[in-house]
């Protein structure tokens, strides 16, 4: 039995009810990791703060889905890929491009092939990425802001990635069209 509530907004604690409510306005829909992180009130005021911060960065809309797929597939959470396919699905992003981040390719456009190198770069090297990372990124016309933002865009996924790791995660069904499984190791 998973020791981690699955709560509703009336079983929520109370610092993490309106939270919850804005998160299901929003969706239309509570995403089974944020009624998991609704447990621990300040994580899910940390994790909606620094998502709306990460939505004001300079990075196009574009560009962070691109990322917040990429990471997720990068740290295996299946609840994430799904999410985020969702996601850049309703965003308009290309169906080939999100298949190739989903399997671990490198999806053909020059921008989003940078921003997916990076990424995966950022998080293998746990922040530790070269010269030769940074320069390749900013052949594509990124700057020393959009690494930083990159490293924000990042930090964002793992709060969630790992929550739904220690939590394990179970899909909404209305995620389940995105069902995407993890290759392991």
């Known amino acids: ?14 610092e993490s009810k309106p ?8 969706f239309g829909f509570l995403p089974n990791v944020y009624a998991h992180i609704a447990e621990a009130p300040v994580v899910l005021e940390a994790l909606l703060q620094l ?11 574009r560009h ?3 990322l917040l797929l990429a990471s ?28 190739s981040i ?5 999806p053909g456009a020059a921008e989003d092939a940078a921003m997916v190198t990076f990424v995966r770069a950022l ?23 959009h690494a930083l933002e990159v490293v924000l865009g990042v930090t964002v996924k793992i ?8 939590t394990d995660t179970e899909l909404n069904p209305q995620l389940a069209p995105y069902v995407w499984k993890d290759p392991g190791p």
Do not use: K, W
């Open 1 to 14: 039995m998973n020791p981690f509530p699955l709560h509703t907004l009336e079983t929520a604690p109370p």
């Open 19 to 26: 939270l919850l409510a804005s998160v299901e306005a929003r």
């Open 51 to 61: 998502s709306a911060i990460f939505a004001r960065t300079s990075l196009t809309e």
């Open 64 to 66: 962070r889905h691109v």
């Open 72 to 99: 997720s597939v990068e740290n295996r959470c299946t609840f994430c890929v799904a999410a985020h396919t969702r996601g850049a699905q309703a965003a308009g992003i290309d169906a080939d491009v999100i298949t």
């Open 102 to 106: 989903r399997d671990g390719l490198v």
């Open 123 to 145: 998080i293998g090297s746990r922040g530790f990425v070269s010269d030769d990372d940074l320069n390749v990124f900013f052949q594509q016309g990124f700057t020393p802001r």
């Open 159 to 166: 709060l969630t990635n790992y929550c739904n790791h220690v």
